[in-house]
């Protein structure tokens, strides 16, 4: 099986529907359609997934809780990901 090209540009719609409920659901429809990965969360580790996953040739959405991405990380959580690093 051949991937498409990768995809260059990644983006997360926040809270789509309280901005534009009139698109919403025509753009979950076209999404449902072509969307070959769900990440879920737009912290660190899930924007590196989803970066690694577009690079790739996948089409991603991310879909985040919180109203700007990275808004749960905490250095606690970082520890883990950069162990050694502390700031």
Do not use: F, Q, W
Not at 30 to 57: H, K, N, P, Q
Request: with cysteine; charged share 25%; aromatic share 4%.
């Amino acid at each position: 099986m051949r991937l498409p090209p990768p995809r260059l540009e990644c983006y997360a719609p926040r809270h789509l529907e309280a901005e534009r409920p009139e698109k919403n659901k025509v753009l979950t429809e076209a999404a449902a359609e072509r969307v070959d990965c769900v990440v879920i969360g737009a912290g660190v580790v899930g924007l590196a997934v989803a970066r690694a996953l577009a690079l790739a040739g996948r089409e991603v959405i991310v879909l985040e809780a919180e109203s700007a991405m990275g808004a749960g990380i905490s250095s606690r959580n970082s520890e883990v990901i950069h162990a050694g690093m502390y700031y």
